[in-house]
């Protein structure tokens, strides 16, 4: 304990959030729990997503083009 000690701040106890239920622990889909409405917007979901990785994946893919065209350029000027 030190002269400072009175600024500095006070820790917050904080509680974690309950860990979201995984697949397993649900245990098996049943024909019941199985809608066509809900399969079809899981569906839209997951292309939704393969949509956004497949543009992240050619972002990705054009810079690293970039870079290695950086690269030959700058082992042109060191030859």
């Known amino acids: 304990m030190g ?7 006070k ?5 974690l959030p309950p860990e979201p239920e995984s ?3 649900r245990g098996p889909i049943t024909p019941r729990s199985v809608e066509a409405g809900n399969v079809r917007a ?3 979901l997951v292309m939704a997503q393969i949509d956004s990785l497949r543009m992240q994946y050619e972002t990705i893919n054009a810079r690293l083009q ?3 065209r ?3 350029e700058i082992r042109g000027f060191c030859r």
């Open 3 to 9: 002269i400072f000690s009175i600024f500095r701040r």
């Open 11 to 15: 820790k917050k106890e904080s509680e």
């Open 23 to 25: 697949e397993a622990m």
């Open 42 to 44: 899981q569906m839209d």
């Open 66 to 68: 970039n870079i290695e």
């Open 70 to 72: 950086l690269v030959t």
